[in-house]
């Protein structure tokens, strides 16, 4: 009996159960509609859901969705979906409600949102950075010989100049283009320069983790580069200890950097000396070098991770070279040119990072550099015995100088962190340059106390629009000079790894300091920077047009009095083109640049076209690495058309000079090659490196020499046709193998 009542009362349950879903389906109302973006793309993949009810659905491929619920009156919709900020959406549920169009805004990303890339090509660890030119990279192009300057100089906007050190951009001088480290300008990044022959950077491609090369258009935290900036940013703590060693025919060097247990704390140091007895006994140089120039460098380097993450890093680096080169007079078959340099630098960079909370970052540093040359000319003839002269222009042969360039610097930098991505950048920095120069025993000295405050904002409106807007205002002691310089940049996402972007801004520099010594009543000399690019870029290839246009304002003329009369202008267009994976192994990149521009600056009786500028220059880049037998080949071909060049000479009744002579010199070709070897040897990894520069022997002349009388010319060409090098490095503790193959796959 008990049994048959349960059973009964189960089906009485079933019954009611039943009775209840169906009023509760004849109760449920479709809710259906469609999920867009802000500019009406669908947006597949999105959660839609009424608050606090299990009753939703996903959007499909075009952003529509459909489902049912029994939910009435008043209610909540939420709309979420990855890469978009979350919506909740009031409806009113009575009926079916059908059509609905809901807009769900994109979260600013940084991995994902536009860069401003106008004038400006970024390389190293930053995560949204575009690596145009890597450590490695500057490592293994052809030719360049591990230096920092001849490898951007593969890149659109540089100059192939090799009678000067410097970067030369965009129809600028070396001295326009400066460089930075940690954030403050070095005042001696290359070796003191000789006569016609193009010296080294001071600073090895090991040292930085990132770069940025503006050629025009660049940030308002940085100033005094009229025309381009060199941004360097130091390695932080390296991976683990590790010691090396380099032996070379021509310099050996070694050095440890040490990571503490903690993995906070490291330090290192490096020495190395360069003696080129042996190699100019091999390859023969066009100059008698009566000295063989020698080198001693030694760096020592300290860093540590501070409390609340942030990072402090010291560097310092000493450096000595001597040297003395012997060349026949331009003006006499029976006399010779002897010129002597010695010369020491001590570099100190000091940076410290750290977060300080509710979106707040710090950034500071401080610099300490100073420089002594000792230079001297004497003429003697051919036995090398000196001669002295009663003609004016004769006796100016005979110099001697010592220069000491001391420059100290202490800058701030805070950063607060704005609504999404967008951020806001000020601060201020200080100068205390100090110049002392002996010529002839006719003593100068220069102090400036140069001030700077600055603010620039990123503005981030969307993932695929943000601009820069900035400004700089500066104050010159030794001139007695302010200005205030504003800068703007803006760039647009127009597909996928496709953006465009515009630059202006406005750039001081001050006068050098051989043009100060002869008065103090100068200006600034000022250019205004419009770039316009479009980029396309991703992990394997890169492609940038570029078109610019820069005006010159109180450029410093030097007759027939000193002023700030001069101007002129520079435009043109570049293209870059990378591809790393079209042909498997095989890394290469194309450099083009078109450049219009003249001057009136200095000397010039008029507007000219200055004589480090061509018209035309390319280079191309090949890089292939050969995985069975460790070994990357690497070669560079630049080629530039003829600069022009010009005999200066002044009219005594006029007082002003004019063209004695002008042409243009041959078209420049260089073809680089290098090669490294991978193995290990005695316990060490070992790269056996090869390079040579000019490999064809292709005759190269940078300009001309004129006799006093201007008669007799002769043309600038290099010390030697080619350079060769050949070096085995030692590292213990680091395998790089890998970074050599993924760097050229």
């Known amino acids: 009996m008990f049994v048959e009542q349960l059973a009964q009362m189960k089906n009485i349950l079933v019954f009611l159960v039943m009775i209840f879903s169906f009023n509760l389906a004849g109760a449920q109302v479709k809710i259906s509609g469609n999920v867009r973006d802000a500019k009406g793309r669908g947006v597949a993949g999105a959660s839609i859901a009424i608050k606090n009810s299990y009753d939703g659905a996903t959007t499909d491929s075009l952003g529509q969705f459909s489902f049912r619920t029994t939910e009435m009156g008043e209610q909540v919709l939420e709309v979420s979906s990855v890469g978009f900020h979350t919506i909740a959406q009031k409806i009113t549920i009575a009926t079916d409600l059908g059509g609905l169009r809901i807009t769900v805004k994109e979260k600013l990303d940084e991995l994902k949102a536009v860069m401003v890339t106008a004038g400006t090509f970024e390389a190293g660890d930053r995560k949204r950075a575009t690596t145009v030119l890597s450590t490695l990279d500057v490592l293994t192009t052809g030719g360049a010989n591990a230096d920092i300057t001849a490898a951007v100089r593969t890149l659109p906007g540089a100059q192939q100049i090799g009678d000067q050190e410097g970067l030369f951009v965009r129809g600028g001088a070396g001295y326009e283009t400066k460089q930075y480290i940690d954030g403050t300008v070095v005042n001696n990044p290359y070796y003191t320069s000789v006569p016609d022959v193009a010296q080294r950077g001071r600073f090895g491609p090991a040292l930085f983790k990132g770069t940025v090369f503006s050629t025009g258009g660049y940030s308002a935290l940085y100033g005094q580069a009229l025309s381009s900036a060199l941004i360097l940013e130091s390695i ?38 360069t003696n080129l007895t042996a190699y100019f006994e091999v390859v023969k140089q066009k100059i008698d070098y009566f000295k063989v120039p020698q ?12 409390k609340n993450g942030g990072m402090v890093k010291y560097y310092t680096t000493f450096s000595s070279n001597k040297l003395g080169i012997r060349r026949p ?11 002597a340099l010695q010369s020491t630098n001590w570099y100190n960079n000091l940076s410290w990072k750290e977060s300080l909370g509710n ?26 015995q000196p001669k002295t002269y009663d003609q004016q222009w004769l006796k100016d042969k005979n110099f001697s100088g010592r220069t000491r360039q001391d420059l100290s610097q202490l800058k701030t930098v805070f950063e607060k962190k704005l609504r999404g991505i967008s951020s806001l950048r000020f601060g201020g920095e200080y ?46 002691s ?8 504003p800068r703007l940049s803006l760039a647009y996402k127009t597909g996928k790894d496709a953006q465009a972007s515009v630059a202006y801004g406005t750039f001081y520099q001050k006068p050098e300091n051989l043009q100060l010594v002869q008065t103090t009543a100068l200006g600034y000399t000022r250019a ?52 790393k994976k079209t042909i498997k192994g095989l890394d290469y990149w194309i450099s083009y640049s078109y450049l219009d521009t003249k001057r009136d600056y200095l000397n010039y009786p008029g507007k000219l076209q200055p004589n480090f500028a061509a018209d035309h220059t390319t280079s191309l880049v090949l890089k292939r690495w050969v995985s069975k037998i460790s070994t990357g080949f690497n070669f560079t071909y630049s080629y530039a058309t003829g600069r022009p060049y010009y005999n200066l000479r002044l009219d005594n009744t ?69 350079f060769l090098f050949i070096g085995l490095f030692l590292s213990w503790g680091v395998d790089r193998t890998q970074d050599a193959i993924n760097n050229n796959l």
Do not use: C
Not at 239 to 253: C, E, K, L, R, Y
Not at 295 to 306: I, S
């Open 329 to 339: 007079d331009i003006d006499s078959s029976f006399l010779k040119d002897a010129f």
């Open 236 to 273: 932080d703590l390296p991976d683990q200890s590790t010691a090396n060693a380099s032996i070379t025919p021509i310099f050996v060097g070694a050095g440890y950097q040490k990571l503490e247990k903690n993995k906070k704390v490291s330090w290192g140091a490096n020495y190395g000396y």
């Open 431 to 476: 100068w205390y340059a100090y110049t002392h120069s002996n010529f002839n025993n006719k003593s100068k000295e220069l102090t400036d106390h140069f001030t700077a405050t600055f603010a620039e904002t990123d503005i981030y409106l969307t993932n695929n629009l943000a601009a820069k807007i900035g400004v700089r205002g500066e104050y010159s």
């Open 654 to 722: 006029s007082m002003k000079y004019r063209i004695a002579d002008q042409g243009e010199t041959i078209d420049y070709h260089n073809l680089g090659f290098s090669f490294n070897y991978v193995t290990r040897i005695a316990g060490s990894y070992a790269v056996l490196v090869g390079s040579a520069t000019n490999v064809l022997g292709s005759k190269q002349v940078f300009g001309y020499n004129y006799s006093h009388d201007g008669k007799a010319k002769e043309p600038i060409t290099p010390p030697a046709n080619r």
């Open 528 to 579: 205004t920077h419009y770039i316009a690019n479009y980029q396309k870029a991703n992990k394997y290839y890169t492609f940038r047009l570029e078109g610019f246009y820069k005006k010159y304002h109180d450029l410093v003329k030097t007759s027939p009095v000193y002023n700030n009369d001069g101007e002129g202008y520079a435009k043109g267009v570049e293209l870059f083109w990378r591809d």
């Open 478 to 485: 030794v001139i007695d000079k302010f200005n205030v310089a």
């Open 295 to 306: 080198f001693h460098t030694a760096d020592f380097n300290y860093r540590f991770k501070t």
């Open 359 to 384: 979106g707040w970052r710090l950034n500071a540093g401080a610099s300490y550099s100073t420089n002594l040359d000792n230079i001297s000319n004497e003429l003697q003839d051919k036995l090398n």
